[in-house]
DNA sequence: CTTTCATATGAATAACTGTTCATATGATAA
DNA sequence: TTATCATATGAACAGTTATTCATATGAAAG
């Protein structure tokens, strides 16, 4: 590699790092997209884009047991993605907020072409 | 359950199953956000967000060994994300397409908050 | 051809993750 | 209280994954 290039390739470094955001914060991204990445998850989400249901309800949706389903919507409840109302012993799951919608919304936009 | 409520449980369930998008797209969709789910990846695809870069710069950039990246450029490769142009002996990986940018920024966006 | 540089790849390993099973909690009804 | 229904939780297991190390490929230069 020629003293040039190689001086360049230092700058493009250099350059490209000023414009990274923090660790912490490209950490959290990942996290965040990584509880869109299972599909269990992503099935539950999209079942709640309709409407809140209860957690026996999504299990018979997705044909899935209800311990399965319960620890999943553990996991989108503690990063804020879902949350829940209780009415009798029932629990009711919804969608925390519209954002959810938009990204998967996104990631099918990019899977369709 | 009343006689009533589980009626409307079950059609519940049958709504929202036929609002449900198939299986195989789900899967597609949640393997998707899965690539998305790694912070070395999401700092590779952020970097390629100001420029193509050759695989020795990225490895300098995230401090990492060039094995790391290279085993995780093949995984972007394959899933679409990014592409190659080979220029000698070396190798400019770029990001495929602006999906990519987008959907990254809609979780930033999501993050700050 | 041989050396060198950039990158790729396979095997090995340690860490992580999703599901299941069994059981606990917590609320309602009897 | 006791029984029952809906949900949560902990432990265990199987499957997956990111990184490292060692080595291979492939291109250019000498």
Known sequence: MSELSEHNHDRLIEEVSGEMPDDDMLYDLAELFHIFGDSTRIK???????????????????????SAISHQLRILKQSKL????????????????????????????????
Chains 1, 2 share one sequence.
């Not at 009711?92 to 899977?111: A, C, E, P, R, W």
């Open 44 to 66: 539950i989400l999209y079942a709640l884009f309709e409407s809140e249901m209860c957690v026996c309800a999504i299990a018979q949706l997705l044909n899935m047991n209800q």
């Open 82 to 113: 879902v949350g829940c109302r209780r009415e009798g012993k029932t629990i009711y799951y919804h969608l925390s907020d519209d954002h959810v919608k938009t990204i998967i919304n996104q990631g099918m936009q990019h899977i369709n072409e």
